[in-house]
């Protein structure tokens, strides 16, 4: 039995037809994580679908409105990048609801998955690259409402920069000190670029691929802007250091993982050169940080395109084996 729960349902797949995003890998990890015998039945927990007044913490009613009637202009959909239908708004409620839950098992148990979720480029009053619904924001607004904790910290390991979750999280920002000059020893000599804004109730760090999606990126408490085709080690000394630099300016009470499969080196999205390796040290990384710290953290999969889907499924898979392995421990 696992250290902690997993929260699936096959509702989790998404009716987007033929489309880049692999809509089948949620029903596919659930699978392999029963076959390879990572986890057992017993280990997952459904969630119910978030209400309306969680999902409004975050999100404007225009746009919630639009999106229960089916009114989103033609504009609007295609900045989504997935075809509207009812089905797909359910799916997504599901998936808030799924972050919800695992944030709430996270506070209990110090770490859960939605295995699921992450869909960090939505935005208050629109959806944007495959997100229409930022599960992981409201799992936090709500956390906060219930006054679970006051402070999170989000992790966005996906390949793409969080643009959603920068911008809702942006207008809770007060002034707090600058980042200390005196960074780990061992900088990397890759030429990533490392800004930092400052941070309110929600710290949130973003690693990502400088020159891809979004254009835009409003800026994250920490933003690493990642050079193409870095590899397995300067990623890893990067995020070593954004996760001490915000750790030292922020005590969170809750750890926000959001663990895109997309910095891939075979991601057909993707830009970066991990390993598969390279992605379970990453996973490692963050849990080894956040047990230490007794932050409690909850996983949500983001992203992941690889050419085959079974690389995708693999590297989301190894997430779990990673927290199986830091967590068992005593
Ligand atoms: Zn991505």
């Known amino acids: 039995m696992l250290p902690f729960k997993l929260i699936y349902s096959d509702e989790y797949y ?18 392999r994580l029963l076959e390879t015998g990572v986890a057992e039945p017993t280990d997952f927990a459904k969630p119910k679908p978030a209400s309306d007044q969680d999902i409004l913490l975050v999100h404007t009613p225009q746009y919630v409105q639009k999106l229960k009637t089916g009114t989103l202009s033609a504009r609007e959909e ?16 599901l998936a808030a609801g799924g972050s919800i839950l ?16 992450g869909f960090h480029h939505a ?3 629109h959806g944007e690259g495959f997100c229409m619904i930022h599960d992981v924001a409201v799992a936090i607004r709500r956390m ?15 390949v793409h920069h969080g643009n959603g979750t920068a911008a809702i999280f942006a207008g809770t920002r007060v002034p707090t000190s600058p980042l200390p000059s005196n960074g780990p020893a061992t900088l990397p000599a890759a030429p990533a ?18 020159h891809n999606y979004p254009a835009w990126k409003p800026p994250s ?59 379970k040290r990453r996973d490692e990384l963050v849990f080894r940080v956040a047990k230490a710290r007794d932050i409690p953290v909850m996983v949500t999969f983001a992203g992941g ?26």
Not at 17 to 24: L, N
Not at 197 to 206: E, L, P, Q, R
């Open 123 to 125: 935005f208050p009053d």
């Open 14 to 31: 998404l009716p987007i037809g033929a489309h880049v995003f692999p809509a089948e890998k949620y029903r596919r990890i659930h699978q």
């Open 144 to 158: 906060q409402r219930d006054d679970k904790i006051t402070r999170a910290m989000t992790v966005d390991c996906d």
């Open 221 to 279: 408490s920490i933003d690493v802007d990642l050079p193409d085709e870095i590899g397995d080690d300067d990623y890893l000394a990067w995020l070593d250091n954004a996760l001490s630099s915000g750790l030292r300016q922020f005590e969170p009470e809750l750890l926000c993982y959001i663990a895109g499969a997309d910095p891939y080196k075979e991601d057909q999205l993707g830009g970066l050169c991990l390993t598969m390796e390279g992605l």
């Open 78 to 93: 295609l900045e989504m990048e997935v075809p509207y239908s009812p089905e797909l708004v359910d799916a997504f409620w």
């Open 193 to 210: 670029k490392l800004r930092s804004a400052h941070a309110g109730d929600v710290f949130t760090i973003s690693l990502h691929q400088e």
């Open 305 to 330: 395109y690889a050419r085959r889907v079974e690389d995708t499924v693999e590297i989301h898979c190894n997430t779990v084996i990673a927290a199986k392995q830091i967590f068992a421990k005593k």
């Open 102 to 117: 695992a944030a709430d098992f996270a506070l209990n148990d110090r770490a859960a998955f939605n295995i699921g979720g």
